[in-house]
Structure formats: C-alpha cells, structure tokens
C-alpha cells in the first residue's frame, strides 16, 4: 500500500508539472509600446488603444536575450520542447496571440516589433542577443522583420517558411546583410524548394551569416529542441 501510494503521489506531482503553464500573460497597448508621436503612423496598421496579449517566458535571470517569435495560430503558447532550451540559453521568450497567419503582414510585423519593446520594460537586455523566429508564415515574417528593421534585431530562424528582401539604400543594405539568418527546412515541407531558393539568393547577396538546416525526412512542422539549440548556437556565435 505504501508503494502504490508512493507512485499514485509521483504520478500526482508529475501531472501537476506538466498542467503548469509554461508562459505569462501580459497585455499592453501599441499607444504603451510606442512614442507619442509615433501614434498617427501605428494607426495606419492597428489602433494604437487595442489591447495586445503577449505570451512570456522569463528565465530572469540577469541580461537576458530575446526570442520573438511568430506564430502560424492565433496562439503564441511556447512548444513544451523550446521551454528547456530557452530556459538554458538565458533567452526570454514573447509571443502575440491572436496574429496568426489570416493577419495581414504589417500587423504581424507591428506586433512583432511591440513585443520587443514590452520585453525591454521587463529589464536590462543582451543586445547582442536579440533574436526574431516565426514557423510556416511566421517564418516569412520573421524574415521580413530581420530585413526590413535590421538595426532592431541581431538574427532570425525562419522555421520552413521565409521570403526574401533586401533594401535598396545601399547604407540598409550593409546592415540587412550583416544579420544572422537561419532557414530551417526538410525534403518532406512543401516550401523545400522555396526555401533552398531563398538560402542561395541570400548567399548570392552577400549575407555571410546565412546557415540552411536541411533535413531528411523533415515536413512542414515545428522545429525539435535540438534544432532550435543549434539554431541559437549560431545565431550566438561571434
């Protein structure tokens, strides 16, 4: 009796773990994200009074780095096998719900480029660690933030789905192609060959940093704990 109580209680305890949820939620408007000033170019693209829903995961622990990331849902939850992960690499992870890929892009990017700064609120930041991700259409996203706002983060990993861009102000486009890029895709995901296009265009273009994950017998889905691992390793390396 003893030992069947024991293993009910272990059983018990590790429910309760695994029913923990792995993110906070914290909401704020774009009129609290950014300037004042700022408010007539955000109304364009979303109400600067519309309350957002952000997902964290803080590890908290000192300067901390970034993973912005967007989602192919609505949900911004984090996938169980990155909490590890991210939790190891010192990264604060932040996502949007409700800006899946039925949102127009500008908003996504709007989002995206708000939870960066609620991130900053929350204390001091590596900014050297900065880092955007987005999965299927929040890969391309996430692509197209690296490029377009290159000054705000350091690197990208656009998880079978990415576009790509370049700007044509030559001052820009230094910038654009000194950031850190990786494309992750498989000979099972329908984008195989988009994004096997995209890696060489970027090549061609003269980004040195760019790394393509191809794997056998990977299809459109999300990347595992040791792909985003080796994802970071490079996105931190100098």
């Known amino acids: 009796m003893r030992l069947a109580a024991a293993l009910a209680a272990g059983v018990l305890s ?16 774009l009129a ?14 979303l109400p600067s009074d519309r309350e957002l829903q952000y997902r964290l995961r803080d590890p908290g622990e000192g300067k901390r780095g970034v993973l912005v990331y967007v989602s192919p849902t ?7 096998a990155w909490a590890p992960v991210l939790d190891s690499k010192n990264l604060l992870y932040i996502a949007a719900d409700g800006f899946g890929n039925s949102r127009p892009t500008a908003e996504r990017v709007l989002v ?3 939870a960066l700064r609620l991130a900053r609120s929350l204390g001091s930041l590596d900014e050297k660690r900065l880092y955007i991700a987005g999965m299927s259409g ?11 706002f290159p000054d705000v983060f350091a690197g990208a990993f656009c998880i079978v789905g990415a576009d790509y861009f370049l700007p044509q102000d030559e001052a820009q486009r230094a910038r654009a192609t000194s950031r850190k890029l990786v494309l992750l895709t498989g000979n099972l995901d329908f984008n195989y060959d988009e994004l096997r296009l995209v890696y ?11 790394k393509l994950m191809d794997f056998a017998g990977f299809g459109h889905q999300q990347a595992t704990r040791v792909q985003l691992a080796s994802a970071i390793e490079f996105l931190d390396g100098s």
Do not use: W
Request: glycine residues 8%; aromatic residues 4%; contains cysteine.
């Open 14 to 29: 590790s429910a309760a773990c695994a029913d923990q949820p792995l993110t906070s939620l914290r909401t704020a408007t």
């Open 32 to 45: 609290q994200l950014f300037p004042a000033q700022d408010k007539a170019l955000l109304e364009k693209t």
């Open 74 to 80: 609505d949900s911004g939850e984090l996938a169980a």
């Open 112 to 114: 995206a480029l708000g």
């Open 138 to 148: 929040g890969g391309r996203v996430a692509s197209q933030v690296i490029t377009h």
């Open 200 to 210: 060489r265009r970027y090549q061609q273009s003269g980004m040195a940093n760019v």
